[in-house]
Every structure is written in structure tokens, then in C-alpha cells.
């Protein structure tokens, strides 16, 4: 007992003893604990007290230094703006600066500014003007619209200063790309040729060099402002930054906004006796400028430029750089006129370019210039990098850009083609092939350089005919045996069209042909649209018939000279003739051309040459009547029959071709079946003829041989565009419904 009594006392004082060490130790842990919060919380990088103090001054000072750097690029109103709303306490809510405005106050009251400039309204139009004229330029532009649209986010306005030829191909162009928020306009080149062809101009751009100084009288007199650029700059951001420097303009009253030029060709020490026209220091450069048109109206502009040009003249005898020469002499006389943008926005490619000087990092380049004859060959540092970025925008797919303007409902344009596609029943087995026929496919006509003279007489012919990448190689040969006018269609991908581009050029043959018409329609869709595509050749036509060929077959030797002479005795002026060229193929790769009706008739009975489709489609061509024609010496009228698809020869207003019929069958039988139903005679020529070269089977005459689907949807689509002549021609049509049965 008495041991358990003195037990107890000892066992209260050990766990009062413990309690009241426990004390301490919980206060040193809860002090510890908020002392390491508050560490984590200001120290994330570990440091300790003093380390982290040292941080925060050195990110002190850093802020400081940007805040600096900042203020170089913004203008003093913004700044002071910004500091009385930090003073008043106001938010940044009450200024419409872009994006990410004032990042965070440091602890010393400085305000760090990440952009504090007004972004462009995002429906505002911006205007584009762009002096185009000929084929080439008409190619080369549309790699910098693609590298404008890339990074647009406002609607544009494209206005071209433009000879007929440019016209007609970025016209057909840009009512085919249906590019949303891009409206098009176009200007007389020809109309303004007087007021500047009277200056002489050693340079390559001749008298469209020179254009650019008319464009105040020539664009409206209701457009206040424009950006100007030339075909052969590459954009790497988004033109609205550019767009936005006319505040400056405006602010500082300078009606011209361009980029120092970054060569010493006007300092003239490129060479002894070099003498360049008057500029001021370095000169500007006129690829990439900004035009208040508003103010240089009411400076009288055009009389400006024209009054230093005759002056400069008297002593130059010519310009050496068309329009820059004379911008930049009326500069030196009046240098309060200009406004230097950034170097930035045209970092020039020239021949003796000072132009790495202009940037630090790559990422600072806005605008590429390639103004040296020698393109992409000049040298420069970061040539692989500029290269690179252009060669992107050339190959680049355009049905890509076809995106929507997100935000400007009132620029949608409405997409007739979409709600057609809209009413289309998904579950019918040809529905495929029925969104084939909506689809708008991008042309791009007369690709390369195009000169067609017309004969005396009215009996001219054009070969017409289409192709895709993989019978590239039947062109040259087609023009050594047809030496008048041609029109082809090209079926190619963005892509494909540079590598089509490198082989013409490179091709004797093909570039000493200035009357073969080639014409891009750019890939778009799972078939190939065989009839979409002749009838873009034959729209291009400018001879009053045609030939009707296909890329596979080559015509005989003479064969172009023998169509004219039979068309002016057939008289085809008066009525509907078919004039038929019979058709033969060889099996063979490598072939001796036979040069006469002699030659090609012993080749039949040696077994070297065959009536063409003899052993797979005799039906196609067995009304030609072979048998007669081997011993025909004048030509012979013959009657329509069921699927019938020669070659013909016909007057240049005959039918379309029906677009319904894509990839492989019946797309020339129901060309040859609207013919008979509107009335023409068929007439087969005795001492004509065309020989079908071989080639591996096309992806869609494989997918019509292996898909059953195919071939049924085929002949619903047949049947239908048989109904369909029966309502367009009437009882005569019924024919050919009847015969199919």
C-alpha cells in the first residue's frame, strides 16, 4: 500500500514535467513553420534571407532597365496616361492598350509596361495597295497575299494598280479562293501610263517601276490612308502592327512612312563615278510604305514628285530605281515629309545589303524584302532562315486561309456552295461524288509568261487538254508535235505547282512556247475532276475551235496546220461539225512516230499500233469506222452511238463539259452525247490521226476497277444525266434513254 501511495505523487510530476517542456518546443515549431511559409512563399528559388534580398534587387533593377527599354518605343502621351491612372488608382480598364497592358507594379511605384500601344479595332479594314502587271509578277505575289493572310486577323482590302493580263488572272483567282474578309479591287495600269512613261527607267520593273507615284489620283478620293508594298516582300507577323504606325504618322504630321534604305547606294561609294540620284544620308527604300493619301492631296503630290523628277532629270537622264529615285529626291527637298518606320519592316535581301545590322534577333524581322534581281542567292547570314520562311509561304496549301474572320459577321461572306452541301443526304451511297461537284476549286490561270499573236484568217485552232503531276512529262512532247496554240489545266497541290514551275523553267522546249496557256487549279477533294478541269482549258481559249484532246495521245506531225486547211474547207462557220481525228495506241514505251497515214497503217498490220481501246472499249470508238477510214481519202459523215467518246474538232462556244462526271467514265460520252443532241454532224478526217501513249493505270480508274460502290454510283449518275437531256432537249433527247435500256 504504501508503495503504490508514493507512487502516484512521482507519476504527476513526470507528466507535469513533460507538459511543460512540450511548451517551448510547440512555440519554436510554430514559429519555424511560419517562418518556412513565409520563405516559400518570397524565397521560391531557396535562397536565404540575405540571398534573396540580393534577388529581389537585382529583378529590381532588371525591371527597371525594361521599364527603360519600354519607354524608347512608347510615345510620351501613353506614358503619362498611364501614370495618372496608376496615381488616381484607376485600372488599366480605362485605356484600350493591347493585350497584356501593365503587368504589376514593382515596390518602388514603377509601373512595368508590356504594350501599352491601342491594338487596331479588329473589324477595321486595312487597304493594301500593290502595283502588279504581266504573268510573272501575277505568280509572284500571291506568296506574299498568302504570307499577309497567314497572320491577318482584320479584313483586308487589296487594291491593284494592274495591267489586263494581271486582271484577268488575280481576279479569276480570287473569286475561286473565296477568302473571307478580302474584298478586291483593281485599276487601269494603261490609264496612268502618261503621266509616268515619259520618264526614262533603267530599271527591270520598266514603266509599272514607276507606278506607285500616281496612286493618289489613281485610288479614291474617299481612301484616307494605304499600306504600299512591293510583289516581292514576305510578311513575318501580322500586318495590322503595321498598320497601326500611321498613328504615328498622324501624330507627328508626316504624310510618308518608309524604311531607311539599308545599302550605301545612294551614299554613292559602291563603285568609282557611281552617281545616284539625291537623297537624304542612306535614302529610304520604297518596298514597304505608308501613305497618308488625305495629306499628300493637299500637298498637290502628284505636281510635287513631277516638278523634281524634270529638275533631277535635266542632270540624271534616267532613274536607275524607278519610283524610289524620285521619292527620295523629293525628300531631300522636303525631308519634313517622312516618317522613318523601324527598320524592321523591310529587311532588305539587295546585293549590298547592310540589312544584318537592322536586327539583333531573328524574331525582330516583321517584313523580308527580296529586292535583289538575284532573289534568294543573295548573300546574308540568315539567308537559310529567309529562304526558308518564303519557300513556306510558296508551298503552302492556300484552301488553308479560307478560315473565318471570327468576330466581323458583317465581312462573312455568304457561302452559296455550303448550303448546297447543307441540303445533301449524307446517307445516299454517292454522296461523295455529289460534294465533288460544290467543291470551289482555287485557279490560278496563265501561270507562266503568255503571248498568243493571231493569224490572218478565222480558222485557228488550240490543243485542249488536262493533266495532274504525273504526266508531266507528256508536255514537251506534245508541243514538239503541236506547234500551234495549246490550253492545259493543271490538277496540282500547292506544292506540286513549284516543282511543275522548276521543270518549265528548266525545260528548252516548254519556255520557248509563249502560246501554251497553263493553267493551275489547285487539289482539292478525294477525285480527280476530269471535266471541271477541261472546261477551265477550254474557257481560255482565244482561237475560234478547238481540239479536244486528252494529255495521253499525241497528234501526228503537221497535224495543227492539216486542222486549219480542213476547217476552212468544211466550212464550220455556217453549222455544228464535229470534226473527228481518228484515234490509235500503242502498247509500247519507246516508239518511231509514224510520219504519214502510210506509215502508221503498216504499223497496224504489224501489230505495232492498235485502233485505240481495241481490247478493252471497242464501243468508244468502233463508230469511226476504222475499216473505211484506212482507205478514205476525203471525209465521211458517221452517226452517233451509244457510248461514243473521239476526239474531236469543234468550234470554241460548243457545250461545257457536265462537272457531275469525276475520276474515271463517262465524263467524254456525255460531252459527245450533248453534241449529237444539239445537232452536230459527226465528220471523221482521212489523213488525220492520234496515238495514246502508254502509262500506269491512274488512282481512279483503279478505285472504279476495285470499288463496286464506284461503279454503281457511275451509273446513277449516268441515268440521271440522261433524264436531265431529255428535259433540256426534249423528245429528240429521249434517244438516249432508250438505247441504255
Given at each position: 500500500m504504501r508503495g503504490q501511495v508514493m507512487f502516484r505523487p512521482r507519476k504527476k510530476y513526470i507528466f507535469l514535467l513533460l507538459v511543460l517542456m512540450s511548451v517551448p518546443l510547440i512555440i519554436l515549431t510554430y514559429i519555424s513553420i511560419t517562418r518556412d511559409e513565409n520563405f516559400n512563399r518570397n524565397n521560391l528559388m531557396g535562397f536565404n534571407n540575405r540571398e534573396a534580398a540580393l534577388a529581389e534587387r537585382v529583378r529590381e533593377v532588371e525591371d527597371e532597365n525594361q521599364m527603360l527599354r519600354r519607354q524608347l518605343s512608347l510615345s510620351q502621351f501613353q506614358l503619362q496616361q498611364s501614370y495618372q491612372l496608376q496615381s488616381q488608382g484607376g485600372g488599366t480598364d480605362k485605356l484600350n492598350i493591347s493585350s497584356e497592358k501593365i503587368d504589376r507594379q514593382t515596390g518602388n511605384g514603377t509601373i512595368i509596361c508590356t504594350n501599352m500601344e491601342?491594338?487596331?479595332?479588329?473589324?477595321?479594314?486595312?487597304?493594301?495597295?500593290?502595283?502588279?502587271?504581266?504573268?510573272?509578277?501575277?505568280?509572284?505575289?500571291?506568296?506574299?497575299?498568302k504570307s499577309v493572310l497567314f497572320y491577318r486577323k482584320n479584313p483586308i482590302h487589296l487594291h491593284f494598280l494592274s495591267d489586263q493580263p494581271a486582271k484577268l488572272i488575280l481576279q479569276t483567282l480570287f473569286h475561286t479562293w473565296k477568302v473571307q474578309g478580302v474584298e478586291v479591287s483593281f485599276y487601269a495600269a494603261d490609264d496612268s501610263k502618261d503621266d509616268v512613261s515619259w520618264i526614262p527607267n533603267k530599271h527591270y520593273s520598266g514603266v509599272y517601276g514607276l507606278m506607285k507615284l500616281v496612286l493618289t489620283k489613281v485610288l479614291p478620293l474617299d481612301l484616307d490612308k494605304v499600306i504600299v508594298l512591293d510583289t516581292d516582300v514576305t510578311f513575318a507577323t501580322d500586318i495590322a502592327e503595321l498598320w497601326k504606325l500611321f498613328r504615328k504618322l498622324i501624330q507627328k504630321k508626316k504624310p510618308i512612312g518608309l524604311v531607311e534604305n539599308q545599302s550605301n547606294w545612294y551614299l554613292g561609294t559602291l563603285w568609282v563615278k557611281h552617281k545616284p540620284w539625291?537623297?537624304?544620308?542612306?535614302?529610304?527604300?520604297?518596298?514597304?510604305?505608308?501613305?497618308?493619301?488625305?495629306?499628300?492631296?493637299?500637298?498637290?503630290?502628284?505636281?510635287?514628285?513631277?516638278?523634281?523628277?524634270?529638275?533631277?532629270?535635266?542632270?540624271?537622264?534616267?532613274?536607275?530605281?524607278?519610283?524610289?529615285?524620285?521619292?527620295?529626291?523629293?525628300?531631300?527637298?522636303?525631308?519634313?515629309?517622312?516618317?522613318?518606320?523601324?527598320?524592321?519592316?523591310?529587311?532588305?535581301?539587295?546585293?549590298?545589303?547592310?540589312?544584318?545590322?537592322?536586327?539583333?534577333?531573328?524574331?525582330?524581322?516583321?517584313?523580308?524584302?527580296?529586292?535583289?534581281?538575284?532573289?534568294?542567292?543573295?548573300?546574308?547570314?540568315?539567308?537559310?532562315?529567309?529562304?526558308?520562311?518564303?519557300?513556306?509561304?510558296?508551298?503552302?496549301?492556300?484552301?488553308?486561309?479560307?478560315?473565318?474572320?471570327?468576330?466581323?459577321?458583317?465581312?462573312?461572306?455568304?457561302?452559296?456552295?455550303?448550303?448546297?452541301?447543307?441540303?445533301?443526304?449524307?446517307?445516299?451511297?454517292?454522296?461523295?461524288?455529289?460534294?465533288?461537284?460544290?467543291?470551289?476549286?482555287?485557279?490560278?490561270?496563265?501561270?507562266?509568261?503568255?503571248?498568243?499573236?493571231?493569224?490572218?484568217?478565222?480558222?485557228?485552232?488550240?490543243?485542249?487538254?488536262?493533266?495532274?503531276?504525273?504526266?508531266?512529262?507528256?508536255?514537251?512532247?506534245?508541243?514538239?508535235?503541236?506547234?500551234?496554240?495549246?490550253?492545259?489545266?493543271?490538277?496540282?497541290?500547292?506544292?506540286?505547282?513549284?516543282?511543275?514551275?522548276?521543270?518549265?523553267?528548266?525545260?528548252e522546249i516548254l519556255m520557248s512556247r509563249k502560246n501554251v496557256g497553263y493553267h493551275i487549279v489547285y487539289k482539292d477533294g478525294q477525285f480527280y475532276p476530269v471535266n471541271f478541269l477541261r472546261n477551265v482549258a477550254l474557257q481560255q481559249v482565244n482561237t475560234p475551235y478547238v481540239y479536244l484532246s486528252d494529255i495521253d495521245f499525241l497528234p501526228m506531225y503537221g497535224l495543227y496546220d492539216y486542222l486549219k486547211k480542213a476547217i476552212g474547207m468544211m466550212d464550220m462557220t455556217k453549222s455544228n461539225k464535229a470534226l473527228i481525228v481518228p484515234a490509235f495506241e500503242t502498247l509500247r514505251y519507246r516508239l518511231t512516230f509514224p510520219k504519214s497515214k502510210a506509215e502508221l497503217l503498216s504499223m497496224l498490220d504489224m501489230g505495232t499500233l492498235y485502233t485505240f481501246r481495241y481490247h478493252v472499249w471497242q464501243k468508244g470508238h468502233a463508230p469511226t469506222n476504222f475499216a473505211k477510214w484506212r482507205t478514205s481519202t476525203t471525209p465521211y459523215k458517221i452517226q452517233w452511238e451509244a457510248d461514243f467518246e473521239p476526239y474531236v474538232v469543234v468550234k470554241k462556244d460548243c457545250p461545257q463539259y457536265d462537272t457531275r462526271f469525276v475520276g474515271f467514265g463517262w465524263n467524254k460520252v456525255a460531252h459527245i452525247m450533248e453534241l449529237d443532241a444539239q445537232g452536230y454532224e459527226f465528220i471523221v478526217l482521212p489523213n488525220a490521226f492520234m496515238i495514246h501513249m502508254p502509262h500506269a493505270p491512274s488512282f481512279d480508274i483503279a478505285k472504279f476497277r476495285s470499288s463496286e460502290q464506284y461503279r454503281e454510283c457511275l451509273k446513277i449518275l449516268k441515268s440521271e444525266f440522261q433524264r436531265d437531256m431529255a428535259k433540256k432537249y426534249g423528245f429528240k433527247a429521249l434517244k438516249y434513254v432508250a438505247v441504255d435500256k
Open positions: 491601342e491594338s487596331v479595332p479588329k473589324c477595321e479594314v486595312l487597304h493594301v495597295a500593290i502595283v502588279c502587271a504581266g504573268y510573272n509578277a501575277s505568280r509572284e505575289v500571291i506568296t506574299l497575299i539625291p537623297a537624304v544620308g542612306r535614302g529610304f527604300n520604297t518596298g514597304v510604305i505608308l501613305l497618308d493619301l488625305k495629306k499628300l492631296r493637299q500637298m498637290k503630290w502628284m505636281q510635287m514628285w513631277r516638278l523634281t523628277a524634270e529638275k533631277e532629270l535635266m542632270s540624271m537622264l534616267s532613274t536607275s530605281l524607278a519610283d524610289q529615285d524620285i521619292i527620295n529626291a523629293v525628300i531631300k527637298q522636303h525631308p519634313d515629309i517622312v516618317y522613318q518606320l523601324p527598320c524592321a519592316w523591310n529587311v532588305q535581301l539587295s546585293e549590298n545589303t547592310r540589312s544584318e545590322s537592322c536586327y539583333t534577333e531573328i524574331s525582330d524581322i516583321k517584313v523580308i524584302h527580296w529586292n535583289s534581281p538575284g532573289k534568294m542567292r543573295v548573300k546574308n547570314k540568315h539567308i537559310e532562315f529567309f529562304r526558308n520562311l518564303y519557300l513556306t509561304f510558296l508551298e503552302y496549301d492556300g484552301n488553308l486561309l479560307r478560315r473565318e474572320l471570327f468576330g466581323c459577321e458583317s465581312y462573312q461572306r455568304s457561302n452559296h456552295a455550303g448550303d448546297q452541301l447543307g441540303e445533301l443526304n449524307e446517307d445516299d451511297q454517292c454522296y461523295d461524288f455529289r460534294r465533288e461537284k460544290l467543291l470551289n476549286h482555287r485557279i490560278h490561270l496563265y501561270y507562266l509568261d503568255y503571248h498568243y499573236i493571231q493569224p490572218i484568217g478565222d480558222t485557228d485552232v488550240t490543243l485542249v487538254a488536262q493533266l495532274s503531276m504525273d504526266r508531266l512529262q507528256m508536255l514537251e512532247a506534245i508541243c514538239n508535235h503541236w506547234l500551234g496554240p495549246i490550253s492545259f489545266a493543271l490538277y496540282m497541290s500547292d506544292a506540286e505547282v513549284q516543282q511543275f514551275l522548276r521543270y518549265a523553267l528548266s525545260s
